[in-house]
């Protein structure tokens, strides 16, 4: 990516909020295509994320950028249904700055330029809202220019040899003329048949 790409990230922070929005209080406990995660996790990985690109966007760097995911567990927090929408949009607001896209910056305890920063995060956008829209029954059409770049995002690490493939697990092959987001879930290490496991 350059500073030439610099796009939105207004239209999947708002998909991802009302992803949100459409989750009852009697899934937060349901299991999510993240094996570690159950809704509540995702929910509260998404709160956190906002938070944390959203300052390494305003290049505010501290324990919100500092911190590795997977540290810990993440959990949900009281007031989630106000402070989600409103985090993600602090954080589609804080990419729309030029500076944003340049210089360097930090994110999951991690120095990086600041347009490696927003692919990570439009791509955390777009499959963590996979992933949700998948464990709630929820329809999801993510937006093209969002799920475009994270598409790129991903085959770029994959094809990385250094870093050993996928960022997020194992790549699931995906046949070459599947839909762009099944293609980019397969490259996440995500099945794009996924469904939530039946009941007993």
Same mark, same amino acid.
């Given at each position: 990516?350059?500073?030439?790409?610099?796009?939105?990230?207004? +239209?999947?922070?708002?998909?991802?909020?009302?992803?949100?929005?459409? $989750?009852?209080?009697? *899934?937060? @406990?349901?299991?999510? +295509?993240? +094996?570690?995660?159950?809704?509540?996790?995702?929910?509260?990985?998404?709160?956190?994320?906002?938070?944390?690109?959203?300052?390494?966007?305003?290049?505010?760097? !501290?324990?919100?950028?500092?911190? &590795?995911? !997977?540290?810990? %567990?993440?959990?949900?927090?009281? !007031?989630? *249904?106000?402070?989600?929408?409103?985090?993600?949009?602090?954080?589609?607001? /804080? =990419?729309?700055? +030029?500076?944003?896209? %340049?210089?360097?910056?930090?994110?999951?305890?991690? @120095?990086?330029?600041?347009?490696?920063?927003? /692919?990570?995060?439009?791509?955390?956008?777009?499959?963590?809202? =996979?992933?949700?829209?998948?464990?709630?029954?929820?329809?999801?059409?993510?937006?093209? &220019? /969002?799920?475009?770049?994270?598409?790129?995002?991903?085959?770029?690490?994959?094809?990385?040899?250094?870093?050993? !493939?996928?960022?997020?697990?194992?790549? $699931?092959?995906?046949?070459?003329?599947?839909?762009?987001?099944?293609?980019? /879930?397969?490259?996440?290490?995500?099945?794009?048949?996924?469904?939530?496991?039946?009941?007993?």
């Amino acid at each position: 990516m350059t500073h030439a790409t610099m796009f939105d990230l207004g +239209p999947q922070a708002r998909i991802v909020a009302r992803l949100a929005a459409g $989750v009852p209080d009697a *899934r937060l @406990d349901d299991p999510t +295509p993240c +094996p570690e995660y159950a809704v509540s996790h995702l929910l509260g990985h998404l709160a956190g994320l906002a938070v944390a690109f959203r300052d390494a966007a305003r290049k505010d760097l !501290g324990p919100t950028t500092d911190t &590795a995911p !997977g540290t810990a %567990t993440p959990s949900l927090p009281v !007031g989630w *249904r106000e402070e989600l929408p409103r985090v993600l949009g602090e954080l589609a607001e /804080a =990419w729309r700055d +030029p500076a944003a896209w %340049t210089g360097m910056t930090r994110a999951g305890g991690v @120095d990086l330029p600041g347009e490696i920063a927003a /692919a990570v995060a439009v791509d955390e956008l777009v499959i963590h809202g =996979w992933d949700l829209a998948r464990a709630t029954g929820q329809e999801y059409t993510p937006d093209q &220019a /969002a799920l475009h770049a994270s598409h790129a995002f991903l085959l770029a690490a994959a094809e990385d040899e250094s870093r050993g !493939g996928g960022i997020f697990g194992a790549i $699931v092959p995906v046949p070459d003329d599947s839909p762009l987001l099944d293609r980019a /879930a397969g490259l996440s290490g995500r099945d794009p048949g996924w469904t939530p496991p039946t009941s007993p």
